[in-house]
């Protein structure tokens, strides 16, 4: 069993920056990776950043360059640092873990870019 919580999101104005962190708990044998998808109203879920356990780094074509996604291995814990942000970016944000058979994924964090 694993849980995976997710916080940080929030309102913020164009051009500001927001810190997402999602925390890993339970059963982490084996766990290849962690990262982030994100859905907005009326469209399907999108790869944001990908991180493996050795590090390699994954980015969706309309935030790289912007978002940065890192890891802390010691405490379970992927981040998310979102920079320059768009009203585009607005969505729910979804922490997600891949196993060697499974993926697990959180509860999702609101992020809202408006001014």
């Known amino acids: 069993q694993v849980q995976l919580v997710e916080s940080g999101g929030g309102l913020v104005q164009p051009g500001g920056s927001l810190r997402l962190s999602c925390t890993a708990s339970g059963r982490l044998f084996e766990l290849a990776a962690m990262g982030w998808y994100r859905q907005a109203p009326e469209k399907q879920r999108e790869l944001v950043a990908r991180i493996t356990s050795s590090g390699y780094t994954n980015y969706g074509t309309s935030v790289r360059g912007r978002f940065t996604v890192s890891r802390d291995s010691a405490k379970n814990t992927v981040y998310l640092q979102m920079n320059s942000l768009k009203p585009e970016d607005t969505a729910v944000y979804y922490c997600?873990?891949?196993?060697?058979?499974?993926?697990?994924w959180g509860q999702g964090t609101q992020v809202t870019v408006s001014s």
């Open positions: 997600n873990a891949d196993f060697s058979t499974r993926t697990y």
